[in-house]
């Protein structure tokens, strides 16, 4: 239970280009989604936090024209990167919470992650 | 504001040694705890949990005890084997849900035949 799926896995792109990376709970409905960038061999950065149907809430210093998350239904929310650049190749995770009584509540199940080449 | 510290790695042993992965924190109210494991070019996976003090989380083996006097959450498993070797990450979020994680660093656990 408590499956987070992303996708792609893997994606290289060229400067300029924007690329949208999904998010999915697969077997529960999220009630809260987030977004994370991981540097190799570094800690998780929380970039965002969205909720079904609302803006998203951006952490300081994280541009929100850049990158965009839309969190359209309780089992997709999706992060594209803008006119990405090389500086924001990176491996990118998210993860989602649920108040469903089958798993449990205050957890963040997180994703895969989606490596991100930008040339 | 709140912070999570681990012990810095990477932490190498060999199988069936003892594992200790050091973590505290620095949090106001009343925090749960987790760890999480990341094996190589995955995402991160929920180990064990704990949301008040004196609580044991336990998993695969590994256990860590939320200890409010010290305000620790060490990790610790009995007889480590080589499929243990990952990041190990502690981290922290206040209760009530939608809020975010604050993570420590991450510990690197190598283990050898």
């Known amino acids: 239970g408590a499956v987070v799926s992303q996708h792609p896995s893997r994606v290289i792109c060229k400067s300029g280009t924007s690329v949208k990376i999904e998010c999915r709970s697969l077997?529960?409905?999220?009630?809260?989604m987030f977004w994370y960038r991981q540097f190799p061999k570094q800690s998780l950065m929380l970039m965002a936090t969205?909720?079904?149907?609302?803006?998203?809430?951006?952490e300081q210093g994280v541009e929100k024209d850049k990158f965009l998350i839309n969190h359209a239904s309780l089992t997709l929310s999706t992060l594209t990167v803008t006119s990405a650049h090389p500086e924001d190749s990176s491996f990118y995770i998210c993860?989602?919470?649920?108040?469903?009584?089958?798993?449990?509540?205050?957890?963040?199940?997180f994703g895969p992650g989606t490596r991100l080449t930008v040339l | 504001g709140d912070s999570v510290t681990q012990m810095e790695g990477p932490v190498t042993l060999s199988e069936e040694a003892f594992l200790t992965i050091n973590c505290t924190y620095t949090?106001?109210?009343?925090?749960?705890l987790f760890w999480y494991v990341q094996y190589p070019g995955e995402g991160l996976q929920l180990l064990l949990k704990?949301?008040?003090?004196?609580d044991k989380g336990s998993n695969k083996g590994f256990e860590a005890t939320y200890r409010k006097e010290t305000t620790s959450f060490h990790l610790e498993k009995g007889s480590v084997q080589v499929s243990d070797s990952a990041v190990y990450f502690c981290?922290?979020?206040?209760?009530?849900?939608?809020?975010?994680?604050?993570f420590g660093t991450g510990t690197q656990l190598k283990v050898e035949l």
């Open positions: 993860s989602a919470e649920t108040s469903g009584r089958a798993f449990f509540t205050d957890t963040q199940y």
């Open positions: 077997d529960f409905q999220a009630t809260t």
């Open positions: 969205s909720n079904e149907g609302s803006k998203a809430t951006y």
């Open positions: 949090a106001t109210g009343y925090p749960s």
């Open positions: 704990a949301t008040k003090a004196d």
């Open positions: 981290a922290l979020t206040q209760g009530g849900g939608g809020n975010k994680l604050t």
